[in-house]
C-alpha cells in the first residue's frame, strides 16, 4: 500500500468536476491522528443477516482502537440511512445505491488516516465487490468480514436492541478481538495489549519465593519508611505499570516534564515520580552493588536490582510537582526532610504487602478488581477516587453517572468503584478505618447500590498536588480496568500554606483539575466525566447541583462545619448525609476531641 495518494481520475456525470490532489500525503498525515503513529487508513466491512451482530463488533472494535489512540470511526447502516442515505428505500437499485455512497464515505475517512468500520447487511455480492474496487482505485485497503450467525439467532434477536448486543453479553468478545487480529495481521495497526492480558505486577513468583528470602538476608539492606512501603505496594500491585521499580532518572525526567512516560513510541501517562530517597551515607555504602535488599522494620520486602542512584533536586521537584517549596505544605515538607539522593532500580517484591489492620479484605489488585468487575458482569467500570467521607452530594455525583451511562451511553450493567484512597494523609484528615465505615454506612443505607458497586482501597499516599496528582488518580484506575473516571470541583487540592497568598485560600484553582485532566496526555482508555459542583439545597432539603441564579439558597457544608456540628452533638441538614454514615463520622468527631 502506498502511503501517496494515487493520481487517477474518478469518472462522473459533471464533465467540468475532477479530482483535485492533497497537499498533504498520507504518510504526513498519520503523523496527526491518533496518538500511535503511522498511516494506518482502511476500511473493515462488516457483513452478515440482520442481528447478526455486525454493529456490536464494529463499535467494539472501535472503542478498543480509541481506546489505544488508534484513530478510527464506525459506520452503521441505520446511521447513515437516517442522514446520507434518508432519501433511500430498499430496492435493489437503492440498496446498490447505499452501498456505492456509503463505500465513498469509508474511502474518504481511510483517505484521511482513519480505520473505518462499516457494518451493513449487503447481501448482494456485487455491491460488495463495488466497495472493494473503489477502494482499490485509491490504493487503499479494504477487509471484508462476513459475520457468520446462526438464522436461528438473529430471528430472535431483538432488532430494535442489535446494536447493543455487545453489551448485553450477546456477542462474544471474540467476535472483535478476531478483527482486531485481522487488523494486526495485516501490519494495519501494532500488536495491542488485550483487554484479557493482565497488569504485570512484581511480586516474585511462588517458586522462587523461597530462595529469593535466602537471597535477601545475603544482601546489604536498606530500611525504609512507612511512605516507602506503600509506594513500593503500589508499583508491585501494577497500578503504576509499566513501571518496573522506582523511577531511574529518564523516568523521572519524562515524569517530571512530559507528566507521562513514552513505552514502545506510546505515551502512558505518569504524572508524579515514584522514587526511593536515601541519604548520602546509605548511597556511599550501597554504590556500585549489583542488588540490595528493602526492609521495613527490619522485615525483608523486596529487593532492587541493578540500581542507579542520582541527585535529589528537592527545590526543583517540589516546583515541578506542587508548584511550591512552602514548608507548610505537608508533602513538601517531607520531601525538603528525605535524602538528597535518589535510587532507581527494577523491584522484586517477596510477598504481597498485608498491614493486618482489618481492611486488607478491601484491598485488591487492578487485576483482581478487573477480575471482580468481570464476575460482576461489568460492561463499563466508572471509577470515583475520594479522601474524605461521603456526603450525598458524593452520591448525587455517583447516581447521575450511572443514570447517563444507562440512558445516554446504552450500558446495562455499569459497575461503580468506590476507591477511596488508602495510604499516607494528612493529619487532619478523617482516617481510613473511619471512612471505610461510613462507606459501608451509605451502602448498606442504599444511598449507593451495593450490588453494583465494588468497594476497595487504593494504596497510594496523597501529595496534595492538585492537577499533577489528579492524573495519576486516573491513570491507576485506568490500570485497573476503569473506562470511566469522575472528577469533580479541587481533586487533589489543599489550601495554601499561606493563607492569604491567594484571593480564594487555595493553592490551586479548584476548576483546573478537571480541564486538565480532559487534556492529558497518556490516558485514551480512559473518559473523563467532569460534574458541576453540589451543594446543600436549602429549598429542596438535599444535595442538588449549584445554581448561580438562586445561589441564596445553596449552603457549602465544609470539613470544619462537620466537625463544628460534630462536637456539639448536632445534626447536620437533613438531606446532607446519610444518618447512619453521619453517627459514624460524628463519633469519630467527638471522640477526637475527648
Given at each position: 500500500?502506498?502511503?501517496?495518494?494515487?493520481?487517477?481520475?474518478?469518472?462522473?456525470?459533471?464533465?467540468?468536476?475532477?479530482?483535485?490532489?492533497?497537499?498533504?500525503?498520507?504518510?504526513?498525515?498519520?503523523?496527526?491522528?491518533?496518538?500511535?503513529?503511522?498511516?494506518?487508513?482502511?476500511?473493515?466491512?462488516?457483513?452478515?443477516?440482520?442481528?447478526?451482530?455486525?454493529?456490536?463488533?464494529?463499535?467494539?472494535?472501535?472503542?478498543?482502537?480509541?481506546?489505544?489512540?488508534?484513530?478510527?470511526?464506525?459506520?452503521?447502516?441505520?446511521?447513515?440511512?437516517?442522514?446520507?442515505?434518508?432519501?433511500?428505500?430498499?430496492?435493489?437499485?437503492?440498496?446498490?445505491?447505499?452501498?456505492?455512497?456509503?463505500?465513498?464515505?469509508?474511502?474518504?475517512?481511510?483517505?484521511?488516516?482513519?480505520?473505518?468500520?462499516?457494518?451493513?447487511?449487503?447481501?448482494?455480492?456485487?455491491?460488495?465487490?463495488?466497495?472493494?474496487?473503489?477502494?482499490?482505485?485509491?490504493?487503499?485497503?479494504?477487509?471484508?468480514?462476513?459475520?457468520?450467525?446462526?438464522?436461528?439467532?438473529?430471528?430472535?434477536?431483538?432488532?430494535?436492541?442489535?446494536?447493543?448486543?455487545?453489551?448485553?453479553?450477546?456477542?462474544?468478545?471474540?467476535?472483535?478481538?478476531?478483527?482486531?487480529?485481522?487488523?494486526?495481521?495485516?501490519?494495519?495497526?501494532?500488536?495491542?495489549?488485550?483487554?484479557?492480558?493482565?497488569?504485570?505486577?512484581?511480586?516474585?513468583?511462588?517458586?522462587?519465593?523461597?530462595?529469593?528470602?535466602?537471597?535477601?538476608?545475603?544482601?546489604?539492606?536498606?530500611?525504609?519508611?512507612?511512605?516507602?512501603?506503600?509506594?513500593?505496594?503500589?508499583?508491585?500491585?501494577?497500578?503504576?505499570?509499566?513501571?518496573?521499580?522506582?523511577?531511574?532518572?529518564?523516568?523521572?525526567?519524562?515524569?517530571?516534564?512530559?507528566?507521562?512516560?513514552?513505552?514502545?513510541?506510546?505515551?502512558?501517562?505518569?504524572?508524579?515520580?515514584?522514587?526511593?530517597?536515601?541519604?548520602?551515607?546509605?548511597?556511599?555504602?550501597?554504590?556500585?552493588?549489583?542488588?540490595?535488599?528493602?526492609?521495613?522494620?527490619?522485615?525483608?520486602?523486596?529487593?532492587?536490582?541493578?540500581?542507579?542512584?542520582?541527585?535529589?533536586?528537592?527545590?526543583?521537584?517540589?516546583?515541578?510537582?506542587?508548584?511550591?517549596?512552602?514548608?507548610?505544605?505537608?508533602?513538601?515538607?517531607?520531601?525538603?526532610?528525605?535524602?538528597?539522593?535518589?535510587?532507581?532500580?527494577?523491584?522484586?517484591?517477596?510477598?504481597?504487602?498485608?498491614?493486618?489492620?482489618?481492611?486488607?479484605?478491601?484491598?485488591?489488585?487492578?487485576?483482581?478488581?478487573?477480575?471482580?468487575?468481570?464476575?460482576?458482569?461489568?460492561?463499563?467500570?466508572?471509577?470515583?477516587?475520594?479522601?474524605?467521607?461521603?456526603?450525598?452530594?458524593?452520591?448525587?455525583?455517583?447516581?447521575?453517572?450511572?443514570?447517563?451511562?444507562?440512558?445516554?451511553?446504552?450500558?446495562?450493567?455499569?459497575?461503580?468503584?468506590?476507591?477511596?484512597?488508602?495510604?499516607?494523609?494528612?493529619?487532619d484528615d478523617v482516617p481510613l478505618h473511619t471512612r471505610i465505615l461510613q462507606h459501608e454506612a451509605v451502602l448498606n443505607e442504599g444511598v449507593l447500590d451495593a450490588n453494583s458497586t465494588l468497594l476497595a482501597i487504593f494504596p497510594s499516599p496523597m501529595m496534595y498536588a492538585g492537577p499533577v496528582e489528579v492524573q495519576w488518580h486516573a491513570k491507576a484506575r485506568m490500570n485497573a480496568g476503569a473506562n470511566f473516571y469522575i472528577v469533580g470541583r479541587d481533586p487533589a487540592g489543599i489550601p495554601h500554606p499561606n493563607k492569604n497568598a491567594t484571593p480564594d485560600g487555595n493553592l490551586y484553582d479548584p476548576t483546573h483539575g478537571a480541564r486538565v485532566l480532559s487534556i492529558a496526555r497518556g490516558l485514551q482508555s480512559l473518559e473523563i466525566i467532569p460534574f458541576k459542583v453540589?451543594?446543600?439545597?436549602?429549598?429542596?432539603?438535599?444535595?442538588?447541583?449549584?445554581?448561580?441564579?438562586?445561589?441564596?439558597?445553596?449552603?457549602?457544608?465544609?470539613?470544619?462545619?462537620?466537625?463544628?456540628?460534630?462536637?456539639?452533638?448536632?445534626?447536620?441538614?437533613?438531606?446532607?448525609?446519610?444518618?447512619?454514615?453521619?453517627?459514624?463520622?460524628?463519633?469519630?468527631?467527638?471522640?477526637?476531641?475527648?
Amino acid at each position: 500500500m502506498s502511503n501517496e495518494i494515487p493520481n487517477k481520475r474518478i469518472m462522473t456525470t459533471c464533465s467540468n468536476v475532477s479530482e483535485q490532489a492533497h497537499h498533504v500525503s498520507r504518510a504526513k498525515r498519520g503523523q496527526a491522528i491518533g496518538s500511535i503513529r503511522g498511516f494506518r487508513g482502511c476500511t473493515v466491512w462488516l457483513t452478515g443477516l440482520s442481528g447478526a451482530g455486525k454493529t456490536s463488533i464494529a463499535f467494539q472494535v472501535e472503542a478498543i482502537l480509541v481506546n489505544h489512540g488508534i484513530a478510527a470511526y464506525g459506520l452503521d447502516g441505520d446511521n447513515v440511512r437516517s442522514g446520507l442515505n434518508c432519501n433511500l428505500g430498499f430496492s435493489k437499485e437503492d440498496r446498490k445505491e447505499n452501498i456505492r455512497r456509503v463505500a465513498e464515505v469509508a474511502k474518504l475517512f481511510a483517505d484521511s488516516g482513519q480505520i473505518c468500520l462499516c457494518s451493513f447487511v449487503s447481501p448482494f455480492e456485487e455491491d460488495r465487490q463495488m466497495a472493494r474496487q473503489i477502494h482499490k482505485m485509491s490504493d487503499l485497503p479494504f477487509f471484508e468480514v462476513f459475520v457468520d450467525t446462526p438464522l436461528n439467532v438473529c430471528e430472535a434477536r431483538d432488532t430494535k436492541g442489535l446494536y447493543k448486543k455487545a453489551r448485553q453479553g450477546a456477542i462474544k468478545e471474540e467476535s472483535a478481538a478476531t478483527v482486531i487480529d485481522l487488523l494486526e495481521k495485516q501490519c494495519i495497526i501494532p500488536v495491542l495489549q488485550k483487554p484479557s492480558m493482565p497488569i504485570r505486577e512484581l511480586f516474585i513468583p511462588e517458586s522462587r519465593i523461597s530462595s529469593a528470602k535466602t537471597e535477601a538476608t545475603t544482601l546489604q539492606s536498606l530500611e525504609i519508611s512507612e511512605i516507602d512501603v506503600q509506594w513500593l505496594q503500589v508499583l508491585a500491585e501494577g497500578w503504576a505499570a509499566p513501571l518496573t521499580g522506582f523511577m531511574r532518572e529518564y523516568q523521572y525526567l519524562q515524569t517530571q516534564h512530559l507528566k507521562c512516560l513514552l513505552e514502545d513510541d506510546k505515551e502512558v501517562n505518569q504524572s508524579i515520580p515514584i522514587v526511593l530517597a536515601i541519604h548520602t551515607e546509605d548511597k556511599e555504602r550501597l554504590n556500585g552493588l549489583s542488588a540490595f535488599t528493602l526492609k521495613y522494620k527490619n522485615k525483608a520486602l523486596a529487593i532492587l536490582r541493578r540500581p542507579e542512584f542520582y541527585l535529589h533536586r528537592k527545590e526543583e521537584r517540589c516546583g515541578w510537582q506542587f508548584g511550591t517549596n512552602n514548608l507548610g505544605h505537608p508533602y513538601v515538607k517531607m520531601i525538603h526532610e528525605s535524602g538528597n539522593w535518589l535510587v532507581g532500580g527494577d523491584i522484586e517484591v517477596i510477598e504481597r504487602i498485608k498491614w493486618h489492620d482489618g481492611l486488607d479484605k478491601y484491598r485488591f489488585t487492578p487485576n483482581e478488581i478487573r477480575l471482580k468487575c468481570k464476575k460482576m458482569k461489568a460492561d463499563a467500570v466508572f471509577a470515583f477516587q475520594l479522601r474524605n467521607p461521603i456526603h450525598n452530594g458524593h452520591a448525587l455525583l455517583m447516581q447521575d453517572t450511572k443514570k447517563r451511562l444507562l440512558e445516554e451511553r446504552g450500558f446495562k450493567n455499569p459497575i461503580l468503584l468506590l476507591h477511596p484512597l488508602g495510604g499516607w494523609t494528612k493529619d487532619d484528615d478523617v482516617p481510613l478505618h473511619t471512612r471505610i465505615l461510613q462507606h459501608e454506612a451509605v451502602l448498606n443505607e442504599g444511598v449507593l447500590d451495593a450490588n453494583s458497586t465494588l468497594l476497595a482501597i487504593f494504596p497510594s499516599p496523597m501529595m496534595y498536588a492538585g492537577p499533577v496528582e489528579v492524573q495519576w488518580h486516573a491513570k491507576a484506575r485506568m490500570n485497573a480496568g476503569a473506562n470511566f473516571y469522575i472528577v469533580g470541583r479541587d481533586p487533589a487540592g489543599i489550601p495554601h500554606p499561606n493563607k492569604n497568598a491567594t484571593p480564594d485560600g487555595n493553592l490551586y484553582d479548584p476548576t483546573h483539575g478537571a480541564r486538565v485532566l480532559s487534556i492529558a496526555r497518556g490516558l485514551q482508555s480512559l473518559e473523563i466525566i467532569p460534574f458541576k459542583v453540589a451543594a446543600y439545597d436549602k429549598k429542596y432539603k438535599k444535595m442538588s447541583y449549584f445554581d448561580e441564579k438562586r445561589k441564596e439558597d445553596f449552603e457549602f457544608i465544609s470539613g470544619t462545619k462537620m466537625r463544628c456540628l460534630a462536637k456539639a452533638g448536632e445534626n447536620p441538614p437533613d438531606g446532607f448525609m446519610s444518618p447512619k454514615a453521619w453517627f459514624i463520622l460524628a463519633q469519630y468527631y467527638q471522640n477526637l476531641e475527648k
